[in-house]
């Protein structure tokens, strides 16, 4: 007589999480790493009746599927310490392990945007080094790792944070104009820091770039709009506060007038 297969939680909640990951992948509205929350959150204990061993199994196992998604909510754990011990050694592991598989996956695909901030976090530990890992410091490879993210990908976070290395003696050279470039890029995706930080230098003015208060204040309204409610509120809210304090009348009242009328472009960001 032949034996019905074994069935065991960790099974069940293995197939529960390749399921999200298929059912995410045509919402477009929806990116990879939100997709991943929705996995955590299917699987949570509280909520599924999963328990920490099993979501844990079911992870590693999609992972070993090659799953990015599940590999990107395993470094996250690991980084954070989620349910997991901190373990910067094994969370460095799982974001490599996405960023060398994924390096040339389309641009613009279903998982790009967890292929690109897996570079970004890549960036950020060869900037410190790993050395649970073995991993030395090495900031050339940092920044070559941003600017993957940056330019195949075009992610706005690597593009915002080139945008910083620019500003920064020890960064790419300190260059304001090429800064601005790279801010411009990511601001226009809705990233609401570069667009304060970019808001800010055409206020200001800045080597090579002549102070522009109409359109910095803009930027500056802007990114207040995109970051309230956020843990950079109050860095934005201290940037649109100081420009307004010295800004002309006139000015104040053309820039929230542009700013409400470009506002609708960001919607979907």
Not at 124 to 144: C, E, L, M, T
Request: charged share 15%; aromatic share 8%; with cysteine.
């Amino acid at each position: 007589m032949r034996k019905a297969p074994a069935f065991s939680l960790a099974s069940a909640a293995t197939g529960i999480a390749m399921s999200i990951l298929l059912m995410a992948a045509p919402v477009q509205a929806q990116t990879a790493a939100d997709a991943a929350l929705d996995l955590a959150n299917m699987l949570d204990g509280a909520g599924g009746g999963v328990s920490g061993d099993a979501y844990l199994s079911a992870l590693e196992n999609a992972a070993a599927a090659g799953q990015p998604m599940a590999m990107w909510q395993l470094g996250t754990m690991y980084e954070n310490g989620e349910g997991v011990a901190k373990d910067p050694a094994k969370a460095f592991g799982y974001f490599a392990q996405i960023a060398n598989q994924h390096a040339d996956a389309a641009p613009r695909g279903v998982e790009s945007d967890i292929v690109a901030q897996s570079f970004v976090k890549m960036g950020d530990y060869y900037r410190k080094g790993v050395p649970d890992a073995g991993i030395p410091a090495d900031v050339q490879r940092s920044h070559a790792l941003l600017l993957h993210a940056a330019t195949y990908f075009g992610d706005a976070d690597a593009q915002y944070r080139v945008g910083l290395l620019y500003l920064q003696d020890d960064g790419l050279g300190n260059s304001p104009l090429q800064s601005a470039r790279w801010l411009s890029l990511a601001a226009r995706k809705g990233h609401c820091l570069a667009q304060a930080r970019l808001g800010d230098m055409l206020f200001n003015g800045i080597e090579g770039i002549e102070a522009q208060p109409i359109e910095g204040l803009m930027w500056l309204n802007l990114s207040h709009d995109r970051c309230r409610g956020t843990s950079d509120q109050a860095q934005v809210d201290e940037l649109l506060n100081r420009a307004s304090s010295i800004a002309q009348p006139q000015d104040r009242a053309d820039a929230a007038a542009l700013a409400q009328s470009i506002a609708p472009q960001f919607a979907d960001f």
